[in-house]
């Protein structure tokens, strides 16, 4: 008896660290897609086309996938007729569909300036908007684990995070240019936040499960197309073409790296919540950007002991902040998953 009623609550704690486990992974991920588009735009001498190859392949990618499993196209029918009916149950509306302008936005900014940057500060950059911007919209409820208060944990887990962040650009600090380019990843980071939360919620409304997740990833990627595809036409207008095409086939596989990490994100952010995912990728995201700098650099920069120190630190977040999801009698915990956002 004590052996099948405590079997629901060693599923949980598997459920919430395979979810904290993926959320290292996403963010590892992400600092390969920097590294990549970041390339793709320095050799094209402009990164905006390189951010429209970026989302264009990895929109045929999801449309590929949606053309073979019924699944998905029934998880795709399921969010149309959600956004087409003001009074569904599930609470979506056509605004949680754009997640994809703010995934846009994000893979702009690699291909502008990570060449310039280096991966290691573009991803602490982008971590020191997203690790306070995720906690608000988790206390905002705009996830699909609804709200979840301000506990003393995930306080001290943000404050960790921004900490590291300081602490790992701390040697930037003499070079004021590079620091005013580092508010648009920082943006971007912010960004983030909202985006992987109203991703959530479609691929909640979708189907869920790995389906949901694929549609909310597939929509995520036609609405940033068509935004980077405007914008590419007046920068084409203003600037002209850009250069030739690379013959390095791993500068095209910036979009397939979005495939996976975005629609693994929608799956995990409804077992773990914005702020814990978002923490996660933070850590992944700066352990990846050291091992890239260190043998792949995209600038001429060393990696030094901050650096190194901040992702040890985020790393410390990382726990602190999961302490809430992990244990069972810890008051912070989200409301009904259905809850419509506000």
């Not at 704690?13 to 590294?35: E, K, M, V």
């Not at 320095?42 to 392949?57: C, Q, V």
């Not at 302490?323 to 809850?339: A, F, G, I, Y």
Request: hydrophobic share 55%; glycine share 14%.
């Amino acid at each position: 008896m004590t052996v099948t009623a405590n079997r629901p609550e060693v599923s949980v704690h598997r459920q919430q660290a395979a979810g904290l486990a993926a959320a290292f992974g996403i963010g590892a991920l992400f600092a390969i897609q920097s590294r990549l588009n970041g390339g793709l735009g320095e050799l094209l001498g402009d990164g905006i086309p390189a951010a429209l190859i970026s989302f264009g392949t990895g929109l045929v990618i999801l449309a590929i996938v949606a053309a073979l499993v019924p699944g998905i196209r029934r998880a795709l029918g399921n969010v149309w007729r959600a956004i087409r009916d003001p009074l569904n149950a599930g609470g979506l509306r056509w605004w949680q569909c754009i997640g994809g302008l703010c995934g846009a936005w994000t893979v702009a900014v690699q291909s502008v300036t990570v060449h310039v940057l280096g991966v290691a500060v573009f991803i602490v950059a982008g971590v020191a908007g997203q690790a306070g911007s995720s906690l608000i919209v988790d206390r905002l409820g705009l996830g699909p684990a609804g709200r979840q208060g301000f506990s003393t944990l995930r306080i001290v887990g943000a404050v960790i995070a921004v900490v590291a962040v300081v602490l790992a650009v701390s040697d930037q600090f003499g070079h004021p240019g590079r620091l005013l380019l580092a508010i648009l990843p920082a943006l971007g980071g912010v960004a983030s936040a909202f985006q992987q939360a109203i991703n959530g919620r479609v691929a909640q409304t979708a189907a869920g499960g790995r389906h949901g997740a694929v549609a909310a990833g597939a929509i995520n990627f036609a609405v940033g197309f068509a935004a980077l595809l405007v914008v590419f036409g007046i920068d084409l207008a203003l600037r002209g073409a850009p250069n030739a095409l690379p013959g390095n086939p791993w500068l095209y596989l910036g979009g397939a790296c979005g495939v996976i990490f975005m629609s693994v994100a929608a799956a995990v952010v409804r077992v773990v919540g914005v702020f814990v995912l978002g923490l996660g990728t933070i850590a992944g995201q700066l352990i990846g950007s050291l091992l890239i700098d260190l043998f792949a650099p995209a600038a001429d920069k060393p990696v030094t002991f901050p650096v190194v120190a901040g992702a040890a630190l985020a790393l410390v977040a990382v726990v602190v902040a999961s302490l809430p999801k992990l244990r069972r009698d810890e008051p912070d915990r989200p409301h009904s998953p259905t809850s419509p956002a506000r």
